[in-house]
């Protein structure tokens, strides 16, 4: 769902990261190697990035990726969220079929 084949995102996150970049034209592309911190990610707005971004996809983002390196460009803070979806996505799967198989029977032993 990318709307510009040339960028590894969705349009949603570029909106979402350019919706707490108060130096940066949100009409312009977003560049996937763009200093944010240069271009006003301080750490109020990435408070509110994470947040937005946490809703959107529907992922929680683990103390362990919160680092200067995650939200120092759009592309390694892409890099992090799809990883963070995939997992979301695994968990999900893993639990549906747990609770699955929980309410099954066991098999017969004759």
Same mark, same amino acid.
């Given at each position: 769902?990318?709307?510009?084949?040339?960028t590894p995102w969705e349009r949603q996150? +570029?909106?979402?990261?350019?919706?707490?970049?108060?130096?940066?034209?949100?009409?312009?592309?977003?560049?996937?190697?763009?200093?944010l911190k240069t271009a006003g990610l !301080?750490?109020?707005?990435?408070?509110?990035?994470?947040?937005?971004?946490?809703? #959107?996809?529907?992922? !929680?983002?683990?103390?362990?990726?919160?680092?200067?390196?995650?939200?120092?460009?759009?592309?390694?803070?892409?890099?992090?969220?799809?990883?963070?979806?995939?997992? #979301?996505?695994?968990?999900?799967t893993a639990t549906a079929a747990t609770? #699955?198989?929980?309410?099954? +029977?066991?098999?017969?032993?004759?």
């Amino acid at each position: 769902m990318h709307s510009d084949p040339s960028t590894p995102w969705e349009r949603q996150f +570029e909106e979402l990261v350019l919706g707490v970049l108060p130096r940066h034209s949100r009409h312009a592309p977003l560049d996937p190697a763009l200093d944010l911190k240069t271009a006003g990610l !301080d750490s109020m707005a990435t408070v509110e990035l994470l947040v937005r971004l946490e809703e #959107a996809y529907g992922v !929680d983002f683990p103390d362990s990726v919160l680092s200067g390196e995650t939200f120092a460009t759009p592309a390694a803070l892409w890099r992090v969220l799809t990883a963070q979806r995939a997992t #979301a996505t695994t968990t999900a799967t893993a639990t549906a079929a747990t609770t #699955a198989t929980a309410g099954e +029977e066991p098999p017969c032993a004759s």
